[in-house]
């Protein structure tokens, strides 16, 4: 378990979804902060910094690639590491964005733990540096 000082941001339209992956990061102690869209998570993202944002694509109201893109035109925000989550192929969307790690949904568990430790180690907020 982590100590709770690492803070994930969990953005997905999908209650049930939203739900799961902030309880699965919860228990492997990690600080969660949930939104159900883009807009959303540019709100939370105001009042809170996180370490990580894990984020659908596909949403209502502001979806992935604009929420991307607001981030990265964020001077305050464009270093915090993002993970994209689709149902679509996500291969083509990792042509698209090759810098961007992305998750096939239903994903495993496991390898999504390791993704989000693997950006959380490679970010220096993160790290405190």
Same mark, same amino acid.
């Given at each position: 378990? @982590? ?6 941001? @969990? ?20 600080? @969660? ?57 996500? #291969? ?30 490679? #970010? ?6």
């Amino acid at each position: 378990m @982590v100590p709770a000082t690492e803070t994930v941001l @969990v953005v997905d339209d999908e209650q049930g979804i939203l739900e799961a992956l902030a309880d699965l990061l919860r228990e492997e102690g990690y600080r @969660v902060l949930t939104a159900s869209h883009g807009r959303e998570a540019l709100e939370r993202m105001a009042e809170v910094k996180p370490d990580l944002v894990l984020t659908d694509w596909m949403m209502p109201v502001l979806d992935g690639p604009a929420l991307i893109e607001r981030i990265l035109q964020d001077p305050s925000l464009r270093d915090i590491p993002v993970l994209g989550m689709s149902a679509v192929d996500v #291969n083509g969307l990792k042509r698209l964005h090759p810098a961007m790690e992305f998750l096939q949904k239903p994903f495993d568990i496991r390898a999504l733990m390791k993704l989000v430790r693997r950006s959380l180690d490679a #970010n220096p907020r993160a790290r405190g540096g």
